[in-house]
């Protein structure tokens, strides 16, 4: 099946910038989506590239590069409620594919 | 107003009990999923509905059975628990696949 990786930790201080990697291997999908959930509580949505290049929103960016099977979410002026758990997931056929998961802790 | 309810909140069973979980959504869309979430926090597929149809069954062991009786509700069956059922469960729905909405949650324990 298919496969997403991100890095397991990613550890950032207050007001700094953080880059979650997620490389993947398929061609065949719609999309790439991101999901945010803190410990204890729902995934819930962040962001969504259907096309290459960067989407914007408020503090949090996405970036998909289908070429080079790669895709990036940008956490701008971090702060302490960012510390949460982060999902790439890939939008294919009727369902999504969730990426392994990366562990953001924000620090004072 | 809760957009994506489930109930129970947590669910503590024995081995080979039957259970069941319900989820409800008042967003009025059309697909509605479980995904199993396990200890590692590793969130996978389980089932698809789209307007009270099955569209994807993600290989889960018979003794899963979701049952929708309408576009709003999508409930979990589980037969014969076993330990590795262990998870937390969620439902969501969407009307665009890229952009799902999670209920809660369900944490079941299975001793």
């Known amino acids: 099946g298919q496969s997403l990786e991100q890095p397991s930790e990613v550890t950032a201080v207050e007001g700094a910038i953080v880059q979650i990697n997620c490389t993947y291997q398929t061609s065949g999908f719609y999309g790439l989506s991101w999901y945010q959930q803190h410990d204890g509580g729902a995934p819930t949505f962040l962001s969504y590239?259907?096309?290459?290049g960067l989407e914007e929103t408020g503090r949090f960016s996405s970036f998909l590069s289908r070429s080079d099977s790669y895709g990036y979410l940008l956490l701008q002026e971090l702060q302490m409620k960012d510390s949460a758990s982060y999902f790439c997931a890939l939008c294919e056929d009727d369902k999504l594919i969730f990426g392994t998961g990366t562990r953001l802790q924000v620090f004072p | 107003d809760t957009a994506v309810s489930q109930t129970p909140k947590y669910l503590v069973t024995q081995m080979g009990n039957d259970k069941s979980i319900k989820c409800e959504q008042n967003l009025g869309h059309d697909t509605m999923y479980w995904y199993k979430q396990d200890s590692k926090k590793f969130l996978k597929i389980m089932f698809s509905?789209?307007?009270?149809?099955?569209?994807i069954n993600e290989t889960v062991p018979n003794r899963f059975s979701p049952k929708s009786p309408d576009k709003a509700h999508l409930n979990l069956h589980i037969n014969s628990l076993e330990l590795g059922d262990s998870a937390v469960y969620f439902c969501?729905?969407?009307?665009?696949?890229?952009?799902?909405?999670f209920g809660p949650g369900t944490r079941l324990t299975v001793l």
């Open positions: 969501a729905s969407s009307q665009d696949l890229s952009e799902q909405f």
């Open positions: 590239n259907a096309l290459d």
């Open positions: 509905y789209n307007n009270k149809e099955l569209i």
